[in-house]
């Protein structure tokens, strides 16, 4: 062998070594409708798994709802004028589901889930579908950062063990309760590539010196609900660990006025249920749930028709606007704010009783619009994310 031949023997090496890692395709969502196995709900949730309780909650509850949050996204972007309780007390007058319209409140959350509305589609599937799995698989991505010691507590957030049933279950809690620090990181730096999932195709800011995890500037709630709203303890979602599921404080979705008129005579906190309302036609993942909800949402729609006609008819008077269906569209709009999906666009006094004591242990990507037929989600535009952050591990 010569010495040109011999002295390429470490290029050849290098390439055969890293020719298979270029070759390897990140993973595939599967196919709409499949059951997730407990890797894939691994890799879906990691882009929110460490994110503080309440937020996680509200996602997970909102996420059942993308369309909705797509005109909650437009909304908010047409309307970015508004601050605090201004912002607050404009989405009470939106017909959305509660955890959408309290999402106003976390604009960059708002941007993050319309970035990749896909994905959400596919969280809120799982979500219907295998919601104790997808709760576990959130312990499990927890767990694992945490013994990587990637997950602890600090100023902006305060992490516990707790021991359920055998099962360590790790909460997650805002450490300021007038403050919500959003969790900035990419899900690679913390449990590596995606084997089984892909993440979210988000923006994920780049971290230097070796950090990997920070927070957004701090949200003051009291600016949207004022002093004395009670506390992360009393937000209007919350993870049920002991049983796997999401418990709604409906005192807190009357007293803010979100949207209470479904849930009217429901007090106190109760188990998340689904409102197929909300869906706007959205086709489901499965079978069994467009039959579960396929009914219920149509009963539901008729009702929310039928006590909107009078005000409808009001609010055409007033404005002079058009209304394509049930929501209101003002004439005078442009069509870059029109909705890629068919043009349909969204056009209190605090009690004083308080809210604390919560238990938690109680009772196909980014790209154009269009429906992405079968229920398995539908595409959507993203917006850009941002960088920055309040600190950094």
Known sequence: MNRAAFGALPLIALLLFAIPGLLAQPPQPPSPGQTLSPDQLDGLVAPIALYPD???????????????LVQASQWLQRNGNLAGAARKQAAEG????PSVQAMVLFPDVLKRLNQDITWTTDLGNAFLSQQAAVMDAVQTMRSKAQQAGKLSSGSQQTVTT??????????IEPANPQYMYVPEYDPANIWGPPLYYP????F??????????????????????????GGWGGWGWNAGWGGRNIIVNNNFIHRYNFNAGRGGSLSGRSDWSHDASHREGVPY????????YGGAARQNLETRAANQQAQSRAGNA??????VGNRQISRGSSSENRSAFGGVRQGAAARTHSDHGFSSMGAARSGGGG???GGGGFHGGGGGGRGGGGGRR
């Open 371 to 373: 429906f992405h037929g």
């Open 204 to 229: 994920y800011p780049p971290f230097a010196g070796g950090g990997y995890f920070g927070f957004g500037l701090g949200i003051p709630i009291g600016l949207y609900f004022g002093g004395g709203w």
């Open 285 to 292: 993942a499965t079978h069994a749930l467009s039959t579960r």
């Open 94 to 97: 939106q017909n959305w589901d």
């Open 162 to 171: 707790t021991d359920g049933s055998g099962a360590p279950i790790i909460q």
């Open 199 to 202: 993440y979210a195709s988000w």
């Open 54 to 68: 309440p937020l996680l909650s509200q996602i997970l509850v909102a996420s059942t709802y993308p369309l909705e």
């Open 318 to 323: 007033q404005s002079g606007g058009d209304r």
